[in-house]
T-cell receptor, first 115, second 115 residues
């Protein structure tokens, strides 16, 4: 079946602009995660959603970052007033349920470049 | 708090030689441990995971890892390297207790396979 998809695959923006990154999880997966991969910081957790529960936002680096998940499926990560340090690959993952043994399946990522 | 240390950011082996990628973890509760592989411009793919039970875990593509609690290690091995194994490998940990479900990743090991 279809895996996790993300769009766009690449995004170049100017400092100060807002960007939206989209994630389509695997159908039927109730848990959705966002991670960021950058040269300086490695792979970092940002936020996760579990069904209709309030998301765990503990990894968001600043209030410029927000995310929503509509209808328990598609998720959008929004970065406002982008800064050069936001340049990274943003990875989305989904799992069948939010239990620690469940495999997280990753999308190909969105490469964000802030000029 | 949990953490993962991967010794060796770059490892080179000859084709047909043993692959050994090192991972040590720190966790105050029994951990769940994962190895993921990332090929260029792709997302992460699960190789194997340890949850409970047998401490020697076999994964895809001939890889295996052994959970050693006394050494807080979860090293990844493959008896004979293939050119197609060249990629970046990430060790990750999550907690078996508490509400946090995100993965905490190591900094990654880039594996080069020499002909």
């Amino acid at each position: 079946g279809a895996g996790v998809s993300q769009s766009p695959s690449n995004k170049v923006t100017e400092k100060g602009k807002d960007v939206e990154l989209r994630c389509d999880p695997i159908s039927g997966h109730t848990a959705l995660y966002w991670y960021r991969q950058s040269l300086g910081q490695g792979l970092e957790f940002l936020i996760y959603f579990q069904g209709n529960s309030a998301p765990d936002k503990s990894g968001l680096p600043s209030d410029r970052f927000s995310a929503e998940r509509t209808g328990g499926s598609v998720s959008t990560l929004t970065i406002q007033r982008t800064q050069q340090e936001d340049s990274a690959v943003y990875l989305c993952a989904s799992s069948l349920a939010v239990v620690p043994t469940d495999t997280q399946y990753f999308g190909p990522g969105t490469r964000l470049t802030v000029l | 708090a949990q953490s993962v240390t991967q010794l060796g950011s770059h490892v080179s082996v000859s084709e047909g030689a043993l692959v050994l990628l090192r991972c040590n973890y720190s966790s105050s509760v029994p951990p769940y441990l994962f190895w993921y592989v990332q090929y260029p411009n792709q997302g992460l793919q699960l190789l194997l995971k340890y949850t409970t039970g047998a401490t020697l875990v076999k994964g895809i593509n001939g890889f295996e890892a052994e959970f050693k609690k006394s050494e807080t290690s979860f090293h990844l091995t493959k008896p004979s390297a293939h050119m197609s194994d060249a990629a970046e490998y990430f060790c990750a940990v999550t907690s078996s207790s508490g509400s946090a479900r995100q993965l905490t990743f190591g900094s990654g090991t880039q594996l080069t396979v020499l002909p």
